[in-house]
């Protein structure tokens, strides 16, 4: 068994060792109208062999004749980024968020790498937000600080708005909801720009500020750290540390460490994953800033902070879930446990496709050819074949995968019983609105901000497979596996909305307002003061 494995990960590694050159030529050569036609039969079949509620939001009439009506517009040879173009918006109609597909970009060599590595490009600095309809600076990790506040009027000639047009009509959110798309175009705009336009050297940008235009160019220039020293320059020897400053130097390290995985610390953003203060004076008022429920040991922040909130008998807690992606079930339901004190089912019955969903995705023909290999030797392994067996059942004609959520959940004996605000916007999606959700059907907490990107009766996410189309080299990405709460709401297609909405504009943002936080402090202080 152990030779046949190695065996088999030679042959798979040799296989994958494909000409980046030719791949490079391959996918900015123009592909005939037969070839790209086939990639849209695959990757509809796909779609419908995977994914569990495909139909969910669009009927099965609407898309057959979506993907017919793409075969028919494809009249002329055309390129793997233009044929991007043409898919995405028909992949975007089945409004199902959690379905991405990629665009095609340039491989490089170990040495292109490298020397890539040694430059920024100025552009990817800036961060953007949309709102009012018009794309914005709201903050730069750059040195250049003059665009903050200012609209993004054109790039290469090319009118911002149309741009954000295009890029809003190339993804979806869940079902029928539409504030996922402004706030993730303004997360995401360079990611947009680069599957739009690939790699640029130089960029122009013309701003708007008040009723004046001034343009700036944007270029791939050497990182500051890679900018040499003149060895001319006497070098600073440093002092030699005592033993007991090596020791405290390696404990206080130590302690770092520990606090960057408890937070989950984002290097490239040098930002936590999860945040617990208090604000004012005393201990009335928590708030918590969760950005992503991913990286990080989550249990031991979780623990504490509700510890703290329990010893101080805190009143209020704030739960900030803007710009919150989601992540791991595991992490929500924990919790979850501390916001309740009832018994609860996390997860209504799972639906999948397949008896082996995890085998579906590890044999994805677009994933890295590591999994592939776990994924072709679990196919040889009984044991691991009959455990995924097991865990699945049939009912009423459909499968569904059992997970440990579906069953009665116990809360945490230092559950939170105090007051709970929670505030989201579209950026709120996938594994934070499932939470969302729990805490709206339980009427568990006042929700201010924006309707979820995510929607409240769940999504079809788990674990995902990836197909890669043999002609055009796009990949899609597509869920295997339907998770939801064990409550719905009418009309479906719809996040978890707000009590008290309250939409951003570019004036709170120049002002450094939070309207939806300052709301929330007014609203305490009124109820105090009665």
């Known amino acids: 068994m152990k030779k046949q494995g190695l065996l088999l990960i030679v042959l798979m590694l040799l296989m994958s060792c494909g000409s980046i050159k030719k791949y490079n030529e391959h996918i900015t050569q123009l592909h005939s109208v037969e070839d790209l036609r086939r990639d849209v039969d695959k990757v509809y079949k796909q779609l419908q062999q995977n994914h569990p509620k495909l139909y969910q939001y669009t009927t099965k009439e609407v898309l057959d004749f979506k993907f017919d009506s793409l075969k028919t517009a494809i009249t002329a040879p055309i390129t793997s980024r233009d044929f991007y173009k043409k898919l995405s918006p028909v992949v975007a109609q089945i409004k199902q968020g959690h379905i991405s597909l990629g665009s095609v970009s340039k491989r490089y060599t170990k040495k292109e790498k490298k020397a890539l590595k040694t430059r920024k490009f100025e ?35 090319e009118l911002a708005t149309d741009l954000a047009k295009q890029y809003k009509t190339q993804f979806a959110s869940d079902g029928y909801n539409q504030t996922l798309h402004n706030r993730a175009l303004g997360n995401s705009f360079s990611i947009f720009y680069y599957k739009d336009k690939g790699f640029l050297d130089s960029l122009k940008i013309e701003f708007k500020q008040k009723d004046s235009l001034f343009t700036k160019t944007f270029r791939r220039i050497l990182k500051d750290d890679k900018v040499k020293k003149n060895d001319s320059i006497a070098r600073i020897v440093a002092k030699k540390s005592t033993k007991e400053e090596k020791q405290q130097n390696r404990l206080e390290a130590k302690k770092k460490r520990k606090e ?45 902070s509700f510890k703290v909130l329990d010893s101080l008998k805190t009143k209020n807690l704030i739960l900030d879930l803007r710009d919150n992606g989601g992540g791991r079930i595991a992490e929500v339901d924990y919790l979850y446990s501390y916001l309740t004190d009832n018994e609860y089912v996390f997860l209504a019955p799972v639906e999948v496709n397949s008896r082996f969903p995890y085998l579906k995705y590890l044999l994805s023909n677009g994933n890295p050819t590591v999994l592939k290999v776990f994924g072709v030797l679990s196919t040889i392994e009984p044991a691991t074949l009959a455990f995924q067996y097991l865990k699945t059942k049939k009912k009423d004609g459909k499968i569904y995968f059992k997970m440990k959520y579906n069953k009665i959940r116990k809360p945490k004996n230092l559950n939170y019983k105090g007051q709970l605000y929670v505030i989201t916007n579209g950026n709120s999606f996938s594994a934070s609105s499932l939470l969302s959700t729990h805490l709206k059907a339980n009427n568990r907490a006042v929700f201010v901000g924006e309707e979820t990107g995510g929607a409240y009766n769940g999504c079809v996410a788990g674990i995902y497979k990836i197909y890669e ?4 080299k796009l990949k899609i990405r597509m869920g295997l596996m339907q998770i939801e709460a064990p409550y719905k709401q009418t009309p479906d297609g719809y996040g978890v909305k707000p009590d008290i909405e309250i939409l951003p504009n570019i004036e709170d943002r120049n002002l450094h307002k939070d309207p939806e936080l300052d709301w929330i402090l007014n609203t305490i202080n009124t109820n105090e003061k009665l």
């Open 123 to 157: 552009f990817y600095d800036l961060d953007f937000e949309y709102l009012d309809d018009k794309l914005w600076v709201v903050g730069t990790k750059g040195k250049d600080s003059t665009v903050i506040g200012n609209e993004v009027f054109k790039i290469d000639n």
């Open 260 to 304: 960057h995985k408890k937070r989950g610390y984002i290097a490239s953003k040098k930002e936590y994953t999860r945040n617990f203060d208090f604000i004012g004076t005393d201990s009335a008022v928590a708030y918590m800033k969760i950005r992503a429920f991913s990286n990080g040991n989550y249990k031991k922040f979780y623990k504490e």
């Open 469 to 472: 189309m043999p002609t055009s």
